[in-house]
């Protein structure tokens, strides 16, 4: 992208990166062309599908409906800081035990969604997951073996289950 | 030892990089130098134009191309007709852009290439046509019959193709019925909607004249040769390379879409890679639909409920070309008679141009339609003579003890439905225990005096599938030990780097973690035809145990050489080729693998290496089936439909992987639910689609699929080595019936009758307050 003279400095899993961009450019866009952080994906581009999900100060946003000037000064994680080198977090281990995924395509936003739901909330009811999971569209799965995935994931984390 | 991992429910192979942000999906090919494309799209249903005015757009910094059809030159010559059905009358095809006129809104008529997405987005607006738009098109009854606009001005009807079926005699069934029902079914247009859009990444290399594409297609294989052809290039010169793809279910297969020849073409043109991402609303509008037909049926019957024959007369919504031929016309009216035992049917379909996007399978392939023209014909026919819905159907199902029971008719890929291997009557047994079906019946009178009204439904389904034509898998051993399988087909998320690894490393008794699948790329193995109909398990994975079993023999047979012991006597386990009752004379897979390369010995008529390839086509197909079974409570107030309990009894033969068995078990459903209640594509009457976002177009969430519970039945298929039939579409297949089933007994006190799906709130308080039939 032409340089267009806004400057935007977002902390992105502990790493600085500093740009000048477009305005117009997304957040999205921003985390997967400009800081090559590819596991953020986009589903719809309009703030439906939840593919794009990142959390911005701790908070799950989506990132297709912000500017990444929106973000200046923002610390940023997405999919690529859940795993603690070759070990998985708890979500990710459970999704794969659980089958919680197939193309693999919803999951990074669903993954970024649960981890600040299962930190509010340790031991959710099969309800409440499928309210916190509502916001992601999987086109895959039909949700279950998610809901499941979210369930052992919980235990995983309460240390209920290695 | 050797372990046993068909069957097992083996963790996915593809799971880790696709969980912590390493998959490489289409928009994450990033390549030096790259430019992007964005697609110029007919704003028009109908129109006619004359010039398109670039000069604007090129003169925007940073816009590299504006190619219309009159740069394409031979490349934009019509598309090829996969399907030759007999009853063709106006077979036409698409061309990658619409030369001087168009004939849906989404069509594409240039494309622009720029430094940026967003540069070339911009350039779209400044680019003039001078359309002149007719009238269009729209509604399917009205575009089949005469008189109305065209879609294809060079012919005399929109009837692109008119073909009957016959089986048995139908007039004499009809002649002895005491009872004939009469009614029109209606299943809506509707789109798959992969989670990621299509796109097309290419690269071209002038000092080879080669052409490297990597394209989110269900079937890289045939999408090079048909890209090859347009291009003027030998197939040799271009690659073309399935990358991580999110979400396929038939969209993603068309030989081929504009894009996928576009790409690689102003690649060549500029002499720089193009990268094109589709949006969601082009995905709405560019990519293909499915599911609109109307049935016209007869259906006649024996006062006891035995049918005795069905007359369907429907009429199939084309889009505006035809490139598929009518294929899911064809599969709609091959499973009609489903798992039933009825002796006359008679099918007749026109498949008809409208100025809409084009159509072409979505998981199921007109199965869906012609599995709720018969589900819901047997529940109205049940109701017309007082008799249960559960009892209908046991009473016409074909019995273990008839198979193989011929149904007569013919399915895709010119395969006989034979039904074998099954039994629809336990099927049916199991289902409606599970559902509590009785309990359910017998709750009603009480429950409806307090105004609760609470219904059970259930649709069978059979599945064609494990189709022809053929795949191919090759399955070689590397000297260090690993074992490399590559096929053509590649996967949208089906898992099957998993369940190839499972077949092999069983066959050849090494570790899975030993065994590396590449799938999907024509550089690696250009033989085969793509991922579609619930095939890849039952052609692609025959393949591989054939691929396997090969090697096998090789390896005992050059261990025999190295050992000096009799092939009978030896055996694999662990890597190796040990002697029976004495491990410690043994040589490992590697070492073979090794001394097969022939570097100084190689006889005349011999093959280097431990490798083999194997080809797999099932002329017979393979027949999955089930039940799938609804209790709804429905609100007449605001006519919202609860699901509480959903049942699901298929038999899709020998499960390679259980665990991914009911992952495609569970996401079929899921979509069939969205076909059922939410999902369902609007034009208006000039032709402008009333859909584009997945605001309007509501695909369910993990609020709307309910707690799915699955029973297996494992008749291992006779007709393939490994005694798989496909799941992939089983899902999808019968839920819009078994819900139609359960909301109609729901509302049998008012008499609803659903003929047609999606059912959404205001159909359903239609049919409550008696206004109208959904």
Avoid at chain 1, 46 to 60: D, I, K
Avoid at chain 1, 88 to 95: C, G, I
Avoid at chain 2, 180 to 204: C, D, I, K, S
Wanted: glycine share 10%; net charge negative.
């Amino acid at each position: 992208m032409a340089d267009h003279g806004h400057p935007v400095r977002v902390t992105i899993n502990g790493e600085a990166h500093e740009r000048s961009v477009e305005p117009r450019l997304l957040l999205s866009d921003f985390i997967r062309h400009e800081a090559r952080l590819t596991g953020t994906h986009v589903g719809c581009e309009h703030g439906v599908c939840g593919a794009c999900t990142v959390l911005l100060e701790g908070a799950p946003v989506r990132s297709c409906l912000m500017f990444a000037v929106q973000a200046d000064g923002a610390s940023i994680e997405t999919v690529e800081s859940l795993a603690d080198g070759e070990t998985l977090h708890p979500l990710q281990e459970a999704f794969r035990r659980e089958h919680g995924l197939q193309c693999g395509y919803c999951t990074p936003g669903i993954l970024m969604t649960l981890k600040p739901f299962l930190a509010a909330n340790p031991a959710p009811s099969d309800t409440e997951i499928r309210q916190a999971l509502s916001g992601n569209l999987c086109r895959c799965t039909g949700y279950q073996q998610i809901v499941a995935a979210v369930r052992r994931a919980a235990a995983m984390l309460r240390g209920e289950e290695p | 030892m050797t372990t046993r991992l068909i069957g097992e429910p083996v963790e996915r192979r593809e799971d880790e990089r696709l969980l912590t942000g390493r998959a490489r999906f289409i928009d994450d090919v990033h390549l030096s130098d790259m430019l992007h494309a964005a697609v110029l799209r007919s704003p028009h249903a109908k129109a006619r134009f004359t010039r398109i005015d670039a000069r604007a757009a090129l003169a925007l910094p940073g816009v590299q191309a504006v190619i219309t059809h009159e740069d394409l030159g031979a490349a934009n010559m019509p598309m090829p007709l996969l399907n030759e059905d007999p009853g063709f009358i106006h077979p036409r095809t698409h061309r990658a852009l619409a030369p001087g006129q168009v004939r849906f809104v989404g069509e594409a008529v240039a494309l622009v290439v720029a430094d940026s997405r967003y540069l070339a987005e911009d350039a779209l607006d400044l680019i003039e046509v001078d359309y002149a738009p007719g009238a269009a098109a729209v509604d399917l009854v009205a575009a089949a019959a005469p008189g109305g606009p065209l879609v294809h001005d060079d012919t005399d009807s929109n009837v692109a193709c008119r073909t009957a079926d016959n089986t048995g005699d139908i007039e004499s069934a009809f002649a002895a019925a005491d009872f004939v029902l009469r009614e029109e079914l209606r299943p809506e247009r509707g789109a798959a909607q992969p989670m990621e859009t299509r796109g097309v990444v290419a690269r071209y290399d002038a000092s080879l004249d080669t052409i490297t594409i990597w394209d989110t297609t269900q079937a890289p294989v045939s999408a090079r040769g048909v890209i090859a052809d347009k291009l003027g290039l030998s197939e040799a010169a271009v690659t073309v390379i399935a990358p991580d793809v999110g979400g396929g279910f038939g969209v993603k297969i068309f030989l081929v879409y504009p894009e996928e020849l576009l790409i690689p073409f102003a690649a060549r043109l500029l002499d720089r890679p193009v990268k094109w991402i589709e949006d969601r609303r082009e995905h709405f509008i560019g990519s293909n639909h499915e599911r609109l037909m109307v049935h016209r049926i007869e259906v006649a019957a024996t006062r006891d409920g035995r049918i005795l024959g069905i007359k369907d007369r429907f009429l199939y919504d084309s889009g505006a070309y035809c490139p598929y031929g009518p294929i899911n016309a064809q599969c709609a009216q091959a499973i009609l008679p489903g798992p039933y035992k009825i002796p006359a049917v008679h099918t007749e379909y026109e498949a008809v141009y409208t100025n809409t996007p084009v159509v072409s399978p979505y998981r199921g392939a007109g199965q869906p339609h012609g599995n709720f023209v018969t589900e819901a014909a047997m529940n109205h026919v049940a109701r017309a003579l007082g008799l249960d819905a559960a009892e209908i159907r046991r009473r016409n199902l074909v019995r273990p003890e008839d198979c193989p029971w011929d149904s007569g008719r013919i399915f895709q890929g010119n395969t006989p439905f034979i039904h074998r291997d099954s039994d629809y009557p336990l099927q049916l047994a199991k289902a409606v225990d599970a559902l509590d079906y009785a309990g359910v019946k017998r709750g009603q009178p009480a429950e409806r005096e307090q105004g609760i009204f609470r219904g059970a439904g259930i649709a069978f389904f059979v599945e064609g599938t494990g189709i022809s034509p053929y795949e191919g898998v090759e399955v070689r051993v590397e000297p260090t030990g690993h074992v490399h399988v590559a096929t053509g087909f590649p996967s949208q998320g089906q898992g099957h780097h998993t369940t190839l690894t499972q077949i092999v490393a069983e066959t050849l008794a090494v570790a899975p973690e030993q065994v590396v699948v590449e799938s999907g790329r024509s550089d690696r193995f250009a033989w085969g035809v793509g991922t579609f109909a619930s095939r890849a398990a039952v052609v692609g994975g025959s393949a591989a145990l054939g691929a396997a079993k090969a090697v096998r023999a090789k390896a005992l047979d050059l261990a025999s050489e190295e050992l000096e012991v009799a092939p009978e006597d030896l055996v694999l386990a662990d890597g190796a080729v040990h002697v029976k009752g004495a491990p410690q004379m043994a040589v490992t897979l590697a070492a073979l693998a090794y001394a097969a390369n022939p570097i100084n010995t190689l006889q005349a008529g011999a093959e280097p290496g431990l490798r083999a390839a194997d080809y797999y086509r099932s002329p017979d197909g393979a027949i999955a089936s089930g039940v799938h079974g609804a209790v709804v409570v429905v609100d007449i107030a605001t006519g919202m439909v609860e699901i509480e309990t959903y049942v699901v009894v298929h038999d899709c033969g020998v499960m390679i992987n259980p665990t991914i068995v009911e992952g495609q078990i569970l996401g079929g459903t899921a979509q069939g639910i969205g076909g059922a209640f939410y999902e369902k594509l609007r034009f208006d009457e000039d032709g402008q689609p009333l859909v584009t976002t997945f605001m309007d177009y509501l695909i369910p969430t993990a609020m709307e699929i309910p707690p799915i519970e699955i029973h297996h039945m494992e008749s291992r298929c006779s007709l393939n080595p490994l005694g798989v039939k496909g799941v992939g579409e089983g899902g999808a297949i019968p839920a819009a019936a078994a819900f139609a089933g359960a909301v109609e007994d729901a509302l049998e006190p008012f008499g609803a009758t659903v003929r047609a799906v999606p059912l959404d709130p205001p159909a359903i308080l239609a049919m409550i307050e008696g206004r109208a039939e959904s």
